[in-house]
């Protein structure tokens, strides 16, 4: 493992340089949820991402949330795979209960 190299962890919460982006996508530097397992995220330089908003609507694939007394949601639509050098800073971890309907809606979306 290289010295340094940031070590995500599946339910943690990272600040996240999300830009440049186009169209639609989620922009700026803002808090993402890593999604990825962590087998995946200790062995590549990748990670599955879901960002965090605290602005849009209350839709179906959009996960409730709480974190650092902010009320939001977890963009479940706007999943994506960023290269770990995007990840500036942890800033904690997603209640149990949360990321598991993170989870859920991730399984609803992806499973037959």
Not at 18 to 25: I, M
Not at 51 to 64: E, F
Not at 94 to 100: E, I, M, S, W, Y
Request: include cysteine.
């Amino acid at each position: 493992m290289a010295v340094g190299r940031i070590q995500p962890s599946r339910g943690e919460v990272y600040l996240v340089e999300l830009d440049p982006t186009r169209g639609s996508e989620i922009h700026k530097t803002r808090p993402c949820v890593i999604v990825s397992p962590d087998e995946l995220n200790h062995h590549l330089r990748t990670v599955i991402i879901a960002p965090m908003t605290t602005g849009g609507h209350a839709y179906p694939w959009r996960v409730t949330c709480r974190f650092r007394k902010r009320s939001g949601f977890v963009a479940m639509d706007q999943v994506r795979t960023v290269d770990a050098n995007r990840l500036l800073k942890r800033l904690g971890r997603l209640a149990p209960d949360t990321f598991a309907s993170v989870l859920s809606i991730l399984q609803e979306m992806f499973a037959p």
